[in-house]
Each structure stands twice: as structure tokens, then as C-alpha cells.
């Protein structure tokens, strides 16, 4: 029944998709949480422990489409419109909220950023972690370097697609895991792959930061191997109070020491809002 419900509602009418809600605790200012590729809204569990202490918060994490429990079409794009699209129809459903701070890790940065660029009246406050912006980098040869590795990393895997089958969904994830953790499967890979190329590899990122209009804390990791620190600034054209940027120790992961940082600006964002 659910198949013939998305082919009706979501592809005959082209209507946005609702994504599965994993996380909603708390009363108070609401934070949305969005995973990256490949991952589900459980790999928040650190973040959401830390939250938990804070009585005047309200914790909203989401599988993204694609991901988890989410619904997992296969005849979309999976871009950023999509992906962001998905959002916002999720949380214009979430009752008695109006604006949310949204937290973003890897890919979920991209679809805040989108999401804030498309529906500036639901976002207060944007925190993104690890950011893969691959536009505006400093201008060093390590980084033109790691830019082609990573393109070169990525187009190996979207050029499976043709071809797949089960023997290789299974090389491929053990591949994942190894290098940075992807839960992938059978069900998973085509999105998977499909946002690999159309919401990371052809980013939106530079037109969305020069539309934004909230407050932005950008956060990298110091030892993150899958992401180089840019500069989301350059795209304004100028030094911008709308956006600062943080380094923490880290890899690209929700580690306990990034939840811990996370979780300080989350309460600075709030305070921001009452000075």
C-alpha cells in the first residue's frame, strides 16, 4: 500500500515526501537534527544525550529521504531540492513550532543550507558540521590535491551504477565502513549514489551562502580526512557576522568531544536570540 501511496501523492502530483521522525523529546526552543550520507538519525546519540540535560529544549531528529525509515523512491534525483524539499514539508507538519535552529552534519549541512536558503521563516539559526564545501577553497596545492582524490574516490563509486548487484552492494560496504562508516545496503545504495552525485558532488552551497539571511556557526573537524576546511565567507564577498567558523578535534564523526562542542553553540545560538 505504501508503494501505490508514493506513486500517487509523490510522483503523479509531485508532492514532497515526509520523513520519519526517529527523535522527538522535549518541550522548548526546537532542534532539528540531519544526519549525513549514508547515515540514519541515530548517529546523533551522543548529541542527544548531551541535549537531554537541557529541560527547555525540544530534540527533533530525521531519517533522510533515502535513509533509515525514511521512504526510499527511486525515481528522483535525490538532489539538494529533493532532499531539502523533504524537510521542509516535515517540519511545516511539526505542531506548535514555527522556526527551528537546524544542526547539519556532511551531507545534512548541504540540505540545511538549502533549506534555510528556500524557507528563510523556519530556520533561527543553522550549525553545520563538517561541511563538504568543495567551492571557495584556499588556494594551496594539498587542497587541489585532495579535491581530485575525492572526486576520483567518488566517481569510483557512482560508476558502479550501471552494473550493481549484490556482490558488489557488499564489497562496496565493507568499503564504506572502513573508510568513514556509510550504512549502506541493497535498499540504501541508489540513494546513496544518486546523492553522492547530485547533492555533494553538484553542491549548491555558494549560491545558498550568499542568500543567507540567519545566523551560521560552520564547525570542521581538525582531522577529518573527507572534508577540507573552506571558506564559507569568501562566497558573501566579505567578512559576514552572519557566519563564524569553529575548529574542534576531531574526525568525521559525532564523536562525545564534537557532541559536547555542538552542544555549546546550540546554547549560544539560543542565547543570541535574546540579546
Same mark, same amino acid.
Given at each position: ?18 520523513l520519519k521522525l526517529v527523535i522527538d523529546e522535549g518541550q522548548g526552543t526546537p532542534i532539528v537534527l540531519l544526519h ?13 544525550? %548531551? ?8 530534540? =527533533? #531528529?530525521?531519517?533522510?529521504? /533515502? &535513509? ?57 539559526h543553522l550549525i553545520l558540521y563538517e561541511m563538504p564545501l568543495y567551492d571557495g577553497l584556499p588556494e594551496k596545492r ?22 550493481? %548487484? ?8 565493507? =568499503? #564504506?565502513?572502513?573508510?568513514? /562508516? &556509510?550504512?549502506?545496503?541493497?535498499n540504501t545504495w541508489i540513494p546513496f549514489i544518486k546523492s553522492l552525485e547530485n547533492t555533494i558532488m553538484h553542491q ?72
Amino acid at each position: 500500500m505504501k508503494n501505490i501511496y508514493y506513486l500517487i501523492w509523490n510522483k503523479w502530483l509531485s508532492r514532497p515526501f515526509k520523513l520519519k521522525l526517529v527523535i522527538d523529546e522535549g518541550q522548548g526552543t526546537p532542534i532539528v537534527l540531519l544526519h549525513g550520507i549514508g547515515k540514519t538519525g541515530g548517529v546523533w546519540k551522543h548529541l542527544i544525550t %548531551d541535549l537531554k540535560h537541557y529541560s527547555t529544549l525540544r530534540i =527533533l #531528529a530525521y531519517d533522510l529521504l /533515502g &535513509f533509515g525509515d525514511s521512504p526510499k523512491p527511486d525515481w528522483i534525483k535525490y538532489d539538494v531540492d529533493d532532499h531539502a524539499d523533504a524537510v521542509i514539508y516535515s517540519l511545516d507538519k511539526v505542531k506548535g513550532q514555527t522556526k527551528f535552529i537546524i544542526v547539519g552534519h556532511s551531507m545534512g549541512c548541504l540540505i540545511a543550507l538549502h533549506v534555510a536558503s528556500k524557507r528563510p521563516d523556519l530556520v533561527k539559526h543553522l550549525i553545520l558540521y563538517e561541511m563538504p564545501l568543495y567551492d571557495g577553497l584556499p588556494e594551496k596545492r594539498i587542497y587541489r590535491l585532495r579535491l581530485k582524490a575525492y572526486e576520483k574516490f567518488y566517481n569510483w563509486i557512482i560508476d558502479y551504477k550501471p552494473e550493481f %548487484d549484490p556482490s558488489n552492494i557488499k564489497r562496496a560496504h565493507k =568499503l #564504506a565502513q572502513r573508510v568513514v /562508516g &556509510f550504512e549502506v545496503n541493497q535498499n540504501t545504495w541508489i540513494p546513496f549514489i544518486k546523492s553522492l552525485e547530485n547533492t555533494i558532488m553538484h553542491q549548491t552551497a555558494n549560491t545558498d551562502i550568499k542568500d543567507l539571511v540567519v545566523p551560521m556557526d560552520v564547525i570542521y573537524g581538525t582531522f577529518d580526512m573527507f572534508v577540507i576546511r573552506g571558506q564559507p565567507s569568501k562566497y558573501i564577498g566579505s567578512p559576514s557576522q552572519q557566519i563564524n567558523t569553529f575548529n574542534v578535534r576531531a574526525r568525521h564523526i559525532i564523536s562525545v568531544k564534537a557532541s559536547h562542542f555542538l552542544t555549546k553553540r546550540i546554547l549560544g545560538a539560543i542565547a543570541l536570540e535574546y540579546t
